[in-house]
T-cell receptor
């Protein structure tokens, strides 16, 4: 049972480069999320998708875009990477039921130089 | 608005010591409360949760009680082990269940 799978695990980009982080879940969850983790700041929501075909901005969406490709997959794109985007990015999913917890992937360590 | 405040770390304890990590929250409505644990190089894993006032969540010897009167959800364990060394996050989900708010995390190191 894979749960939430993210690729790649590590990525180094130069300023201005673009790339897409992939996320897939096999738990038939409706809701999917992208968070970033910065030292001393906990997790902050970048974007989320409450269901297939919908996406919404979170607390820190600037510089990112997302695509909910189907129920399983939710990708995060950096169009023009900036050093301020250096962080660990986590994908998560949850059932639609109230009180359901988030299930996290293992993260992508992103470094922008 | 919604927010979570948890005690700053790092926390260092000897094996078999008692652990408390404080967490308080601000929320509208009736949130659900969670503790997550993050081991090095991994994602966050659910440790325990409580969905209404006076509920006690428990797992792997850890406990936390949802206290509405003090808006708190403190994590406790009676006897920590070296394997409990990790970062612990307190979180709440709002009344819709769609939005989660995390504390800044507390790093715990347990020494033999």
């Amino acid at each position: 049972n894979a749960g939430v799978t993210q690729t790649p695990k590590f990525q180094v980009l130069k300023t201005g480069q673009s790339m897409t982080l992939q996320c897939a879940q096999d738990m038939n969850h409706n809701s999917m999320y992208w968070y970033r983790q910065d030292p001393g700041m906990g997790l902050r929501l970048i974007y989320y998708s409450a269901s297939e075909g919908t996406t919404d901005k979170g607390e820190v969406p600037n510089g990112y875009n997302v695509s909910r490709l189907n129920k399983r997959e939710f990708s995060l794109r950096l169009e023009s990477a900036a050093p301020s985007q250096t962080s660990v990015c986590f994908c998560a999913s949850r059932r639609e039921q109230t009180n359901s917890p988030l299930h996290f992937g293992n993260g992508t360590r992103l470094t922008v130089t | 608005g919604n927010s979570v405040t948890q005690m700053e770390g790092p926390v260092t304890l000897s094996e078999e010591a008692f652990l408390t990590i404080n967490c308080t929250y601000t929320a509208t409505g009736y949130p659900s409360l969670f503790w997550y644990v993050q081991y090095p190089g991994e994602g966050l894993q659910l440790l325990l949760k409580a969905t209404k006032a006076d509920d006690k969540g428990s797992n792997k010897g850890f406990e936390a009680t949802y206290r509405k009167e003090t808006t708190s959800f403190h994590l406790e364990k009676g006897s920590v082990q070296v394997s409990d060394s990790a970062v612990y996050f307190c979180a709440l989900s709002d009344y819709t269940g769609n939005q989660f708010y995390f504390g800044t995390g507390t790093s715990l190191t347990v020494i033999p």
